[in-house]
């Protein structure tokens, strides 16, 4: 892993043009403000679905709750493009990032979790005369994709706290939390 | 002014907060400040989707009752907020754009608020502008908040 670490810091910091726009006095805070508003949009309506799933609002078909779905995709969307650009702008801030190895680990869970239900029981909680309340299985998908997108935000949020620092000895085992100097082995 | 900013600072609260290395001190809170963030703004977000014509099978009458969710979120906000003020009254007090998020979440609570209350009374064109004005509103909340970061002059008084 320390090896694939290595190489996609390399990779990513060989964009340049996003790095330097990034870089200059307005890029990152705008960048942020867009990730924020991004991550409102899709908690505010993929979070809303979940509930409706749950049992809240019950009064509201689920078919119907389900067309704000295309606005938690376009915020999803909205970060990973501004995500991807922190990304390519600071490369050994995030790949030796405990915190943003947890947040990509949630976001694919959250990915495969949705999967998992549009494969299973999506046809049937969102079919003509479909009943006002979802089966378990589908209230265990919405539990888990709330609690996964929650996960997601707290991790993202605890990045700084996380700052990797130029790995001190004892060198790197499986996945490297500290950056890794230019050390034969690695090579 | 400063001499109050020192109390604040100077305070059990605010030395803990600040300075605790504890993941449950201002690490907890900040991730707090954004979850509550996301429930307040993205529900409001999608009330004001919802008043703009997308996903018109919704009962709009049915939708409100997903405000206690954006309730929520103001709420865990105003707690962690108050928190995150109490560590650095300098840092924001000194700071326009802490006065401008203020006001912008001001607005926007008032419109959120009278959604909920008199829907009814307004026509159609009345709805697209009420809800043009939620989604700028909580949009530039969310921008001013960021930018506290980026714009305080002074951190501290003490």
């Not at chain 1, 403000?33 to 899709?42: A, K, M, R």
């Not at chain 1, 996964?148 to 790197?172: H, S």
């Amino acid at each position: 892993m320390v090896r694939l670490q290595i190489w996609l810091v390399t990779l990513f910091a060989s964009v340049k043009p996003i790095a330097r726009l990034m870089h200059t006095a307005w890029g990152w805070p705008l960048a942020e403000s867009v990730h924020f508003i991004g991550l409102s949009l899709l908690v505010g309506t993929v979070g809303l679905f979940d509930l409706r799933l749950l049992g809240l609002g019950q009064r509201i078909p689920i078919a119907a709750m389900h067309r704000l779905i295309p606005w938690g995709l376009a915020g999803f969307g909205i970060n990973a493009v501004s995500g991807i650009a922190f990304l390519l702008a600071e490369p050994d801030q995030y790949v030796y990032n405990p915190s943003f190895h947890v947040k990509v680990l949630f976001i694919a869970a959250a990915g495969v979790n949705a999967l998992t239900f549009y494969l299973t029981t999506y046809r049937k909680v969102t079919a003509n005369g479909a009943p006002v309340g979802a089966p378990p299985a589908a209230k265990a998908m919405a539990a888990i994709s709330l609690s996964l997108w929650i996960g997601v935000i707290i991790a993202g949020r605890l990045l700084t706290f996380y700052r990797p620092f130029p790995c001190q000895p004892p060198e790197p085992g499986f996945l490297a939390t500290c950056i890794p100097g230019f050390h034969a082995n690695w090579k | 002014m400063d001499s109050l900013f020192r109390w604040i600072e100077s305070s059990a609260l605010s030395v803990w907060t600040r300075e605790s290395t504890s993941l449950i001190a201002y690490p907890a809170i900040l991730s707090a400040h954004a979850i509550g963030m996301a429930l307040a703004a993205g529900v409001n977000a999608a009330i004001a989707l919802r008043l703009l014509g997308a996903a018109s099978e919704i009962p709009m009458a049915e939708m409100r009752r997903y405000a206690g969710v954006a309730w929520i979120g103001f709420a865990i906000n105003a707690v962690s907020g108050m928190l995150l003020l109490i560590a650095y009254p300098t840092k924001a007090l000194t700071n326009p754009m802490f006065y401008l998020k203020l006001s912008l979440i001001a607005v926007g609570l008032a419109l959120f608020v009278a959604v909920n209350r008199r829907l009814e009374q307004w026509t159609s064109e009345a709805r697209t502008w009420i809800g043009v004005a939620l989604l700028v509103s909580w949009g530039s909340a969310i921008v001013a908040g960021r930018l506290l970061a980026y714009t305080y002059r002074r951190l501290m008084a003490g």
